[in-house]
């Protein structure tokens, strides 16, 4: 019974019906092979019929017609349809979690205020390049995680970007106090722990500042590195005013007093391919991201969706032929008249082909 | 009549049969031309947009929900529900997910169509972790009136699940005043947990479970704002060295209930709704009955009308002539 089973499964993989108890009907499909649509009429003796494999093949073909009016009729009624099925293809593209900083200065515009009349804030101007650099990016799969003053999972890995950007949309909403940027990373890397695939695999971390990372979170994320080799950008949106990742500052270079230049440096320090871009404006930010997309371009396999397609009314089209066919044959159908006296031996000797 | 003179003049008294047999298929023919042209019609809908908002302030750990014998806490009870709740939301119907501590609601992403992005939202959900709280307080007035702000900008309706529980309690038992407009949005608060009280796990730092809060652990009064009333009368009471008495608070607040009244009073003040969660189909029914549905159009087909004469049709044909008599009564008349 194996192979029955394998057969069904391969039909219902690719074929459904939305309404599996109408295909009971099915069984009528039987009727046609017990009944005609033709007037049954006796004939005196069974003798006077001619062998004839023509009319023999004819009635043959119009009960397999019956037979099939009602099996595409059933088919249709139930919703016989394609399902909807997934292509796999190649492109260009990674797998990518966001990691967005909620923190409340991302509320400011880059002068480090609140904006006032044409200025963005950092948050909005973010959101709308990202939700740009997410709709340039058609095969990705992304992931959007965020911390402030704790790490939030908000979407895991998926392929439909319209909830990504819905939780884009999101990051330009008031935020918390802090910026635990260490537990956001590590969050950020764990989405990719149960990840076999081969693609190129980012993380895009999106922040306007950093703090101290705890020892035993940096341990954590050391550890998280070596195990899941991704890519690491790090977008800062730098205020004007506050200090450079880059270079050096002339007093003290503590992490205490340099948390962005530190956290600089100790992401230099896992040995992932690592670059961190410096915005100081919108305009930076779009040549960051576009930096990004460019580099992100490796072999991805997607999956790409066609569509679920209805088949019930070729179903019914089929139905139609049959009937028509019947129709035609029942229009052809002949029955002998009572004749007159003098030409009965005629009228018996044509009965109707088709009586049978 | 003189058609059947002709042919029988040609030699053949042969008569075209038009009997009952030949009408049913005609008609089946005409109904598979109907159901082939049949118009799609459109019908509408009720989808819903909707924000839902989790509370995950530490009382959402108590165990006092059971699932197949196992305790449950109310955290996973409240998001069981959330995914039944997506699940069973019409196509269209749009859902955005929020936390809430502290005295915030936190909007993770904005309402997303519910059929395309169900996989992406059913994990959101289920990714909800009470490690996501920020602050321990657990200001949950607060943080509805937070989430109706946000509900409005969204135009969507707010569930909010929570079980109610202040943190510290409210100063002199009052809810704060609400600044918005009561039932300018719609929606329901929805009551998480039994109603008697239980104990409240406690955590280390390192998110391991130590035990339990004792009474001492949490704040049993609110002493900000003025003191109560009934002050002067309590032990050890200084207008100005102890205006709330001289002793230690004492009270029940390390154990935690819903709050069904408080809850009550919290949703006729905002004009929200109020159901106790008590399993997936009667959240889905209370959010049907408190939400307000927007009317989509959906096509649907009506070729199935049609097809259905046409198959009552054939079958009547083909069964009529399976059980009359198999064989000719008579011989046609001479």
Known sequence: MSWAGSILDGLTRDWGVDHPLVLALMALALLPFLATPFVRRGIPSAALVPVDPLSRAVAAALRLAGCLAILALVLGLAGLHRREQSVEREGTGAHLVLLFDRSSSMDNSFADRAPTGDQESKSAAAKRLLAEFVARRPHDRIGVAAFSTSPM????????????????????????????????????????????????????????????IDRRVQDALRDAAARTPVHLYWLFLRSRGSPGIFEVPPGEDTPQANPERHLHLFLQGLGLPYRAFEATSPQAVADAIAEIDRQETRPIRYVERVPRRDLARPAFMVAGFAVALLLAAKLAERRLAPARRTRAPAAEAAPARRAA | MNRVARVATAGAPLVPARDWRFWLLLVALLALLAAL????????????????????????????????????????????????????????????????????????????????????????????????????????????????????????????????????????????????????????????????????????????????????????????????????????????????????????EHLSGMREEHLRALAAQTGLGFAPLDGAPGLIAAVEADTRARPVVTRIDTAAVPAALALFCLGVLFGLGAISSRRPGRLPVQ
């Not at chain 2, 509408?44 to 530490?58: H, K, M, Q």
């Not at chain 2, 909800?128 to 109706?148: C, F, I, Q």
């Open chain 2, 37 to 252: 042209l049949a118009p799609r019609v459109a019908l509408t809908r009720p989808a819903r947009d909707i924000l839902l908002v989790i509370d995950v302030t530490g009382s959402m750990n108590v165990r006092d929900y059971a699932t197949g014998g196992a305790p449950q806490t109310r955290l996973a009870a409240a998001k069981q529900a959330a995914r039944a709740l997506l699940a069973g939301l019409p196509c269209q119907s749009r859902l955005g997910l929020g936390i809430f501590t502290e005295r915030r609601s936190f909007l993770l992403f904005e309402p997303a169509e519910v059929c395309e992005n169900f996989a992406a939202i059913d994990g959101a959900i289920d990714g909800l972790d009470w490690r996501m709280a920020w602050e321990g307080d657990s200001y949950v007035t607060s943080g509805v009136h937070a989430a109706l702000a946000l509900a409005a900008g969204l135009k969507s309706d707010l569930v909010f699940m929570t079980d109610g529980q202040e943190a510290p309690p409210l100063a002199g038992g009052r809810l704060p005043a609400f600044d918005g407009k009561p039932g300018e949005v719609a929606g329901l608060l929805v009551g998480v947990g039994r109603t008697d009280p239980s104990p409240i796990p406690k955590f280390d730092q390192d998110g391991r479970e130590v035990g339990f809060y004792s009474e001492q652990d949490v704040p049993q009064e609110n002493r900000s704002g003025p003191p109560p009333e009934d002050a002067p009368s309590r032990a050890g009471w200084n207008p100005r060295n102890a205006p709330w008495g001289g002793e230690p608070a004492t009270g029940t």
């Open chain 1, 153 to 212: 999972p908000v979407l895991p890995l998926t392929d439909h970007h319209e909830v990504v950007d819905a939780a884009i949309d999101a990051i330009d909403r008031p935020g918390l106090a802090f910026t635990d940027v260490g537990r956001g990373l590590a969050l950020a890397f764990s989405y990719f722990a149960d990840d076999t695939d081969e693609t190129s695999r980012a993380v895009l971390l999106v922040s306007d500042g950093a703090a101290l």
